[in-house]
């Protein structure tokens, strides 16, 4: 009962926020022409489909290695700043040295 | 290493490994791509429900005295659920598989596939400071799991440290 509260409590905020997200995005798109999917030929511009998986072989996940890449950087450079920062420590203002 | 820990760490790593299949649709083709995508949202609710404690403490002290890194990872962790929202949402918008299964027909929308790939940016780089602030709560995690008679002591909190109660 409990974990079934607290599973309604996420999507409710997930809901909420996706409401957000869709109320400002067709806020500011509302002028712009829109069709429905069913009535768009799937070959002509849009967007793009993606066959790799069903059709075109085995191809080289350029997109996973590419946000592999993103979060390695982004948690490398954090971990060593905060790192650097603890190592360097607080700058201690109690006794400050007085020069001669 | 708790039962409860150790289902947190194959989660989290389960999850992360699906989130890099999931985020190469050229790759997987699309309906892979969607469903496993429908199928992290179901593991990103596990995973809050595993940190609910966690959540709710620094939710009914925000704005009392937190540790400084408490507070930012709060931050970050509700950046990344929006995030993971705005990816889900714009996702069913431009959908070719899940929503047309459902017999639902959208209209189109160029704004949601822009935001798509924007939000998926984004949650990278929040994904990258995500697993940045938990990365001495995993290699503890797996070092406990690999070489569990010479386990790293677990270091009492300094201002910047992100320990867990629960780790």
């Known amino acids: ?100 | 290493m708790s039962k409860q820990n150790l289902t947190k760490l194959f989660l989290d790593l389960g999850t992360f490994v699906a989130l890099l299949i999931a985020s190469a649709p050229h790759f997987t083709g699309d309906a892979i791509h969607e469903w496993l995508s429908l199928a992290l949202g179901g593991a990103i609710i596990v995973h809050l429900l595993l940190n609910w404690n966690w959540i709710v403490q620094i939710t009914a002290r925000l704005f009392a005295k937190v540790a400084k890194g408490q507070r930012f990872n709060y931050i970050l962790n509700w950046g990344l659920f929006a995030s993971g929202i705005m990816i889900m949402l714009s996702g069913l918008m431009i959908s070719k598989t899940v929503v047309p299964f459902f017999g639902i027909s959208l209209p189109e929308n160029m704004s949601w596939k822009q935001l798509h790939e924007l939000s998926t940016n984004i949650t990278m780089i929040l994904m990258g400071l995500h697993v940045a602030t938990h990365w001495s709560w995993i290699t503890n995690m797996l070092k406990r799991m690999l070489v569990p008679r010479a386990a790293a002591p677990v270091i009492s909190a300094p201002v910047l440290s992100m320990h867990r109660k629960d780790a």
């Open chain 1, 1 to 100: 009962m409990k974990t079934i509260f607290k599973v309604l409590v996420i999507l409710v905020v997930a809901i909420l926020v996706g409401g957000l997200f869709y109320g400002a995005v067709t806020a500011s798109s509302s002028g712009t022409d829109q069709t429905a999917m069913s009535e768009r030929p799937h070959s002509e511009g849009g967007f793009e489909r993606h066959e790799g998986g069903e059709s075109g072989g085995i191809q080289f996940p350029a997109d996973a290695v590419k946000n592999l890449l993103i979060i390695t950087v982004i948690a490398t450079l954090y971990v060593n700043i905060s790192r650097w920062i603890k190592k360097a420590g607080p700058v201690s203002t109690k006794n400050p040295v007085i020069s001669s």
